[in-house]
């Protein structure tokens, strides 16, 4: 059985002839009552600090688990998130590959639409530049033949002719003389 202070303090003894000083054994017993009291305080203190320290180690524990369970989770996170990057990055590559391969199809068709276009208009070009030449030539020769037919007219003009045109010459003096001599012939008539 474990001993308190109370029971120290209320402790009786049975006389005896010669037996102890009741002062002193009381003394003692007051002595070793408050000697008990002050170890069971601080039994329950150094339990206190026991108890606060196993809360804290325990309070540390919890956040300890809660960190690694928050790290764990944070791992799983940043794993799916890589997962999810090479997957988006996968895609990301496919599509633009894709859109790639559309464009120089596109390219390729629009590329190939023009050079038919081209070749038409070429075609057609062409066809215009022999109906014109086929023009140019019609014109020119008709062109020709009515200069050739000028140059015979001009060949055969009067004034072309060295002894023609002296006779143009004396006619036309004949004509001047004449138109002369009738507008003397009648300023003398008006005169009279």
Do not use: C, W
Not at 118 to 145: D, G, P, T, V
Request: glycine share 2%; no cysteine; charged share 35%.
């Amino acid at each position: 059985m474990a001993l308190n202070p109370i029971d120290i303090r209320h402790q009786e003894f049975t006389s005896v002839l010669n037996g102890y000083k009741k002062k002193e054994v009381r003394a003692f017993l007051e002595q070793l009552a408050r000697e008990i009291e002050e170890l069971n305080r601080m039994q329950e203190k150094e339990i206190q600090r026991q108890q606060m320290m196993q809360q804290e180690v325990r309070q540390e524990a919890v956040h300890a688990s809660q960190a690694v369970d928050d790290l764990k989770r944070r791992e799983e996170l940043i794993s799916r998130t890589l997962v999810f990057a090479e997957k988006t990055k996968a895609d990301i590559i496919a599509n633009a590959r894709k859109e790639g391969e559309n464009i120089l199809q596109e390219a390729d068709i629009k590329a190939k639409r023009a050079i038919q276009e081209a070749k038409q208009y070429l075609s057609m070009l062409e066809h215009q530049y022999m109906h014109l030449k086929e023009q140019k030539r019609q014109f020119l020769m008709q062109f020709r033949a009515e200069l050739q037919t000028f140059m015979d007219r001009i060949g055969k003009d009067p004034l072309m002719i060295k002894e023609a045109e002296q006779l143009i010459d004396k006619e036309f003096n004949q004509i001047k003389e004449d138109i002369t001599q009738n507008k003397e012939q009648q300023g003398d008539n008006g005169n009279q």
